[in-house]
């Protein structure tokens, strides 16, 4: 899709990735403290599944915390932290605060310092990160 100057296809790449690494970071803060409260990932994923809150990103993200399918979505969270980086200096840039976006690049650089930055080390597996931080398991 044409979107004007040159770069512009970039910052669209860098926006499409904010809204998903968003997903991917809302999905596991839930998922643990619904874990916390007494609420399975599987009861979670019985309730948002088929609602207005289920998207492909939220399938593909849930075929790992829920199915154990590591290869789900094959993005990984050092690739992730990168963009997310991108977006912080693209906001920057424009003089727009960001804070939603440094929340969301907070949470994966947490899980790439606590050892998830190797090259099979995907976003839905920031799940895992954010249960362990919180004592949690899923």
């Given at each position: 899709?044409?979107?004007?100057?040159?770069?512009?296809?970039?910052?669209?790449?860098?926006?499409?990735?904010f809204?998903s690494?968003?997903?991917?970071?809302?999905?596991?803060?839930?998922?643990a403290?619904?874990?916390?409260v007494?609420?399975?990932?599987?009861?979670?994923?019985?309730?948002?599944?088929?609602?207005?809150?289920?998207?492909?990103?939220?399938?593909t993200?849930?075929?790992?915390a829920v199915?154990?399918?590591?290869?789900?979505?094959?993005?990984?969270?050092?690739?992730?932290?990168?963009?997310?980086?991108?977006?912080?200096?693209?906001?920057?840039?424009?003089?727009?605060?960001?804070?939603?976006?440094?929340?969301?690049?907070?949470?994966?650089?947490?899980?790439?310092?606590?050892?998830g930055?190797?090259?099979?080390d995907?976003?839905?597996?920031?799940?895992?990160?954010?249960?362990?931080?919180?004592?949690?398991?899923?």
């Amino acid at each position: 899709m044409h979107l004007g100057q040159i770069g512009s296809g970039h910052k669209m790449k860098l926006l499409n990735n904010f809204l998903s690494l968003g997903y991917a970071a809302l999905y596991s803060e839930a998922l643990a403290l619904s874990e916390k409260v007494g609420i399975s990932t599987e009861q979670f994923d019985s309730v948002i599944r088929g609602s207005r809150m289920d998207c492909g990103f939220y399938q593909t993200f849930m075929g790992y915390a829920v199915e154990g399918n590591r290869d789900s979505h094959k993005f990984t969270m050092k690739n992730a932290l990168k963009d997310l980086r991108y977006l912080e200096a693209m906001a920057d840039e424009a003089a727009i605060a960001n804070p939603i976006g440094n929340a969301i690049k907070n949470s994966f650089a947490m899980a790439c310092s606590a050892g998830g930055d190797g090259a099979e080390d995907y976003v839905p597996h920031l799940v895992d990160f954010v249960a362990q931080r919180n004592g949690v398991n899923i």
